[in-house]
C-alpha cells in the first residue's frame, strides 16, 4: 500500500471515528445510554456541599442545562461552562447572551457540585420554576401522582416516561420527597423543564380535590384486586404510585377510587417504582386514545 493510500484510509477512520464520537456524545446528552464513569482525584472524598439558599439550584449536564435555557419561565443567574461544553452547547457567543456566562475548568464545576456529578462541563445557577396548582390541570386527562418516592433518580426517571407519554403533572407530597435539584434535573433529561412538578402538603386532600376536577385516581399496588386495565373509568385518570420500599400509605390507599395491579406472567410480582410508572402510563395512554377515537366514531356516525 502506499504511503498516500495510508494516509488517505487513517483520514477516512478518523472522520468515521469523530462521526462515531458525536453520534455517541448526543445520545448520552438524551439520556439514551448512561455516561461513561469519570476518574476522580483523591482529594474529592472531602469535598463538602456548599449551602445554597431556598431560592438557589444547581442545574448540571449538557441536555438538562439546554432544556432550562430554552424553557422561558426559568429564571437564569449564571452559566459556568468549559470553553469545549460552550460549544457544544451552541448557545451563541457569550457576550450577546441575556446572563452572564463564566468560562471555568472542569474542576471549578466539581468543587461546587462534587465527586459523582456528571456534569460534561457546564453548570447553570438558577432560581426554582415557578409553583404550579391542582386547578391549573383540569384539562390534563393523565397525571402522575408520587407518595413519598424519596429517590431523584427514580423521581427524575418517572418524570421522563410522564412526559413521554403526555402526562400533565407529577403530583408529590412536600415531605419525603426530593425537592428541585441538580440531581433530580440531571435523571429527569430536560423532563423538569416539560412537565409541572407541583409538592403539596397532603397528599389526602390533594387526591380529594383531583376527584372534584372528574379525575378517577388508580393507585398501584402489586396485591390488587383487579388489573390495571380493568379499572380504567371515564377520560380523566391519575395515577397514584408509592415508595420503593413501603408503596403506599394506608391513608392513600383508602382515599384512592381504586386499587389495582400490573398483571406480571413471570415469577417476579413488582417493578422499581419508575418502571412501574412507565408501564402503567403507556396502559393508560391507551385507554384514553382508545376512549378519544371511540368517541370521534359516535359524533361521526351521529
Known sequence: ????????KSGRDSHYATLRRAVRDAKRDRGEIPMPPQRRQKSNKDWKPPQLQPDQVFLYGLHTVRAALDNPERELIKLSVTQNAFARLDIGEAPAL?????????????????PEA?????????????????????????????????????????MRSAVAFGA???????????????VLAKSASGALELIPYIQVT?????????????????????EGPAPLEDTFVGDRIALVLGSEGKGLRQKTRETVSALARLDMPGAIKS???????AIALYATRQHLVRLSVNGS??????
Do not use: C, Y
Open 1 to 8: 500500500m502506499s504511503k498516500d493510500s495510508k494516509q488517505d
Open 118 to 158: 456528571i456534569h460534561q462541563g457546564v453548570m447553570l445557577e438558577t432560581r426554582p420554576l415557578p409553583l404550579r396548582r391542582l386547578e391549573a390541570l383540569k384539562d390534563s386527562p393523565l397525571l402522575l401522582v408520587l407518595d413519598q418516592v424519596t429517590d431523584p433518580h427514580n423521581v427524575g426517571a418517572i
Open 98 to 114: 441575556p446572563f452572564p456566562v463564566e468560562f471555568v475548568s472542569p474542576q471549578d464545576i466539581d468543587g461546587v457540585l462534587g
Open 202 to 222: 397532603n397528599l389526602a386532600d390533594a387526591i380529594g380535590a383531583l376527584h372534584q376536577l372528574g379525575f378517577r385516581t388508580i393507585g398501584l399496588d402489586s
Open 271 to 277: 417493578l422499581n417504582v419508575s418502571n412501574a410508572a
Open 297 to 302: 366514531n359516535a359524533s361521526r356516525a351521529s
Open 168 to 182: 400533565g403533572a407529577v403530583i408529590t407530597t412536600q415531605r419525603h420527597s426530593p425537592t428541585e435539584s441538580g
